[in-house]
């Protein structure tokens, strides 16, 4: 029987194995990594890289070095514990290596494997095990998917659907696990309680190439008998349709839908398989209208209360519909850029008011933010919040800079009270926030707005690096620098949070070097790379565009500039440059190749000939 352990249990029994190993050889191997996570879910590459940092295990050893490992791999603690690894034991093996590729045996989806290492310092003397860490595998072909994509039936069609499926859980659960793929961006719940910290999932990705699907862990929020497991859709970049408000670019890849499969595993050694199918249902949810650039509209008053708790009783909600998907593969967390989680909240500096129904919020910095509120009043009244980063002469809020046009939250009261909210599928980037308040149709009653923030959010990639002088000239620019990089990491590395919300691919690498001195860019940039080979073009020309993942198609020099498509040779050059990490440059070694040929087709006497490339940007393009 395989052994399924909670991240909170695996931490409990690392802490003990990690003082007794202290105890040996003059260095210790810390920090173990599957593929440049720290034991992730998901992971569907057969043949993952391990790694791991070692440290002194006193001042005296600081000079010390690593000249041997040995990896062990197994099914259960247990096994690891008595020195019995039934997955792989790797044997001592002599040298420094920076990733070591999994070597045991042929793991399957869904499967949980532990692991620990120890090494060899310099004198031969051998470290205890490190702490144990895990890993479990994402479905690793597309057969493994048991269930289908789905979509509300045609008379559910106001607004942004909402997908209910309730089920029983047996008596001696050990571990539940979800893999799920909503499109374009989802917010799970379970028992009425969100799944995970991630916000705007999944990553934009080039969807009929690849669409990126979570692994989430459900253990801790199932119980014995009744449970339900919500889903709520956003539109994202997987559809942008046309509106009267801001946006950049229209197009779609089709109606928001979902795929989804739980695992319920007990100790008994059984386990149940529960996947996306007609048994789950769906109906019109509170998102009246959800786009990527225009906003997101919520009325409170469309919130069936209790819908996603266990014993709900879903009267009148029609079956979900199979449908087709995108077309993309299925990937999981190996081609998964870190997601996106809330870092702060941004409290007004300052309220300027306007006029008894109109206000602008200083939150004392452009920031990526998602808007959150507290406020009370009738029903059907209505909170209208719009971002900018500038204000104009009045006082009012000015979005030039955000290309012009409308874009705002907009939450309508249910009148239950104190109501709060916080945004789910849109996010801006802007300082200032121009409160409207609007009073009930037939009524004159303002709601009163109780409270307002900014949640700022962006790609949880770590922190690697800090800077301070004596001079506070170049610790202000550090400061301002590092704000625009976290304003744009995103599921890509954007070009700006508040106008385009796209992925230049030019600034990944140009960008790259300053990025990496202060945020680990592994996961950030294996996903780009993986964009720039759903987005090359085919029929032989290895055209790279300017933007990927490509979800609009521009024309001209916007499409074709070398400064931009040859990251796909740049950065994974950056990658094995900054980590001795070679597997960008060989699983993208033929995209970059094909590039290359095309670039060549395009040379004079080995020079480029590109009349129309962009060049250096603002050079090229300013007056």
């Given at each position: 029987m395989k052994q399924f352990l909670s991240i909170a249990r695996i931490i409990c029994v690392m802490a003990v194995l990690s003082a007794a190993a202290l105890q040996a050889g003059g260095i210790f191997p810390v920090n173990l990594e599957c593929d440049a996570w720290q034991n992730p879910l998901g992971m569907d590459d057969p043949y993952p890289r391990l790694s791991w940092q070692v440290v002194a295990t006193n001042a005296a050893e600081r000079s010390q070095s690593?000249?041997?490992y040995e990896i062990q791999a197994a099914s259960s603690i247990a096994l690891l514990s008595s020195n019995?690894?039934?997955?792989w034991d790797s044997g001592r093996v002599s040298g420094q290596p920076i990733f070591v590729t999994y070597g045991g045996s042929a793991l399957a989806s869904v499967q949980q494997v532990f692991w620990q290492v120890r090494v060899w310092d310099a004198n031969g003397v051998a470290s205890g095990y490190s702490s144990v860490s895990t890993w479990t595998m994402g479905l690793l072909n597309a057969a493994d998917w048991q269930g289908s994509w789905l979509v509300p039936p045609a008379s559910i069609?106001?607004?942004?659907?909402?997908?209910?499926?309730?089920?029983?859980?047996n008596p001696g659960l050990q571990r539940a696990l979800v893999y799920i793929c909503g499109l374009g961006q989802y917010e799970l719940s379970a028992n009425g309680a969100k799944v995970g910290n991630a916000l705007m999932a999944p990553g934009w990705s080039l969807y009929p190439e690849t669409c990126l699907y979570d692994t989430l862990d459900l253990t801790s929020q199932l119980t014995n008998g009744n449970n339900a497991l919500g889903a709520m859709l956003g539109n994202g970049m997987y559809n942008v349709p046309a509106t009267t408000n801001y946006t950049?670019?229209?197009?779609?890849?089709?109606?928001?839908?979902l795929m989804a499969q739980i695992y319920l595993f007990y100790t008994n050694g059984t386990s149940q398989v529960i996947a996306s199918d007609t048994n789950w249902v769906t109906t019109n949810g509170p998102i009246t209208y959800s786009h990527v650039y225009g906003g997101e509209y919520y009325d409170a008053r469309l919130w069936p209360t209790g819908w996603n708790q266990a014993g709900f009783t879903a009267a009148g909600w029609p079956a979900a519909v199979v449908t087709s998907g995108p077309g993309g593969i299925l990937r999981g967390e190996s081609r998964a850029a870190p997601p996106m989680v809330a870092m702060q909240t941004l409290l007004p500096i300052h309220t300027n008011i306007l006029e008894a129904n109109s206000l602008v919020y200083d939150l004392g910095q452009n920031a990526t933010i998602i808007a959150s509120l507290t406020t009370h009043g009738p029903a059907g009244a209505q909170v209208v919040i719009t971002p900018a980063e500038l204000t104009n002469s009045d006082g009012t809020v000015n979005r030039e800079s955000c290309g012009g046009g409308t874009a705002s939250w907009q939450y309508t009261l249910a009148g239950t009270g104190s109501e709060s909210w916080t945004s789910r599928f849109f996010y801006h980037g802007g300082r200032y926030l121009q409160v409207t308040l609007n009073p009930a149709a037939g009524s004159s009653q303002?709601?009163?707005?109780?409270?307002?923030?900014?949640?700022?959010?962006?790609?949880?990639?770590?922190?690697?690096?800090?800077?301070?002088?004596?001079?506070?000239?170049?610790?202000?620019?550090?400061?301002?620098?590092?704000?625009?990089?976290?304003?744009n990491l995103a599921s890509i590395l954007t070009d700006c949070p508040h106008r385009e919300r796209l992925g230049w691919q030019g600034q990944s690498h140009e960008n790259g070097p300053a990025l990496r001195y202060e945020y680990d860019m592994r996961r950030m940039v294996a996903k780009a790379m993986q964009d720039m080979a759903d987005s090359q073009t085919r029929a032989g020309t290895g055209l790279v565009p300017d933007i990927s993942p490509e979800v609009t198609v521009f024309s001209g020099e916007f499409r074709d500039t070398p400064e931009i498509g040859s990251s796909v040779i740049q950065l994974s050059w950056q990658q094995y440059l900054f980590t001795g990490d070679d597997t960008l440059l060989r699983t993208y070694y033929t995209a970059m190749t094909n590039y290359f040929q095309y670039l060549n087709g395009q040379a004079v006497n080995y020079f480029l000939n590109y009349p129309n490339g962009l060049g250096d940007w603002y050079d090229c393009c300013a007056p």
């Open positions: 690593q000249t041997a019995e690894p039934d997955l069609n106001s607004g942004m659907p909402i997908f209910l499926r309730q089920f029983k859980v950049k670019f229209t197009g779609s890849f089709g109606p928001p839908k303002l709601p009163s707005l109780d409270a307002l923030s900014g949640v700022e959010i962006q790609g949880a990639s770590t922190n690697t690096g800090n800077f301070s002088c004596s001079f506070p000239l170049f610790n202000n620019i550090r400061t301002i620098i590092r704000w625009s990089q976290a304003n």
